[in-house]
């Protein structure tokens, strides 16, 4: 990891699906109970961080104060990723660094006195798509700053900060598979058996989950349906069980803001796809394929049906260290 002065890693966060999202009323603060079971897939984030003063010779809580810096790559900005303190990175980097006692200082140009760290973020997870692409990056920020700064914070320490950044950030932080309740902070591990192999299809114009949600308040609500069939198909490996198993109570508020989504959904089951379900809030579509090569003969018979078609797999493990080049 030591590169010279200072440090560098880099951060591999996989996106995530909802294999089962049930939805609960409107609470009296805006948010929305959830039930539901989450697997990472094997859609990437990276995110590089470097620092210039050496982590080991104190412990970070000894500085005072850090400038923190974000780039990105080029095209991110124009797809709706902020380059700003907004940027779940940022946010994540703030809250960690409050829980250590830094303050963080504005990065000023060409300032090069005292400690500070480099972040720079490239995105291979579908923007506002339902895949959880910004609290991925959050959990990068996390695990990365953690280990860089050598906070040593364990899992669980990492896990209550992030739920304070937003509701996919604990389970982002964790990785694997699990059940998510209250807002979608509370985790639970869950079983599992081998692995699925899915055919993703992306629309790059982005669905907001704010409307998402506020589309799912206004229709009927849902007949209350739990994850028991969906965590005893992980539980034995029943592939069959899993396709007949897949819940998104979301998906009709997304499919009326985004009507095409029913079409394409029905495109993948001509296809051939096991099931089809929308990832989240949307707009993205899963398709459970029978297998690796399945999944590619799907990827390319839907390639006119969407902006873009990958293949992927779950579960995708966690945030990954690798070793990094100095920025
Ligand atoms: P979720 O499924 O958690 O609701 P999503 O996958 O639908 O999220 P994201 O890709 O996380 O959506 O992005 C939602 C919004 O968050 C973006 O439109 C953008 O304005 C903002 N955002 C902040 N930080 C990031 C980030 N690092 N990557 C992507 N979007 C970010």
Redesign the pocket.
Known sequence: MEDGAGGTLRVRVP??I?LHLAVGPRRSDGFHDIVSVLQTISLY?TLRVHRNDDAHAAHPSARRHMRVALT?DGD?EA????ADA??????AARRLMDHLGIGMDEDEDGDESGPWSRLH?T?R??????????????AAALVGLNRLWGADLTIGALCDIAATV???VPFCVAGGTGLATGTGTSVARVLTRGTTHWVVGIDHA????AD?YAAFDRLEPPVPTGPDQVLHALRMGDLDGLAAALHNELEPAAIALRPELAERREAMLRAGALAAIV????P?LLGLARDAIHARRLAAELEGHFDAVEVAAAPAGGPEILPGRAA
């Open positions: 996106a995530k909802n984030d990105l991110e797809a709706g990723v902020p907004s940027n779940l990175v940022l946010v973020l995105k997870i579908p923007v506002a798509a339902g895949m959880a692409g910004g609290s991925a990056d959050a937003g509701s996919d982005p669905l907001s989950t998402v990832s989240g809030s949307g993205t």
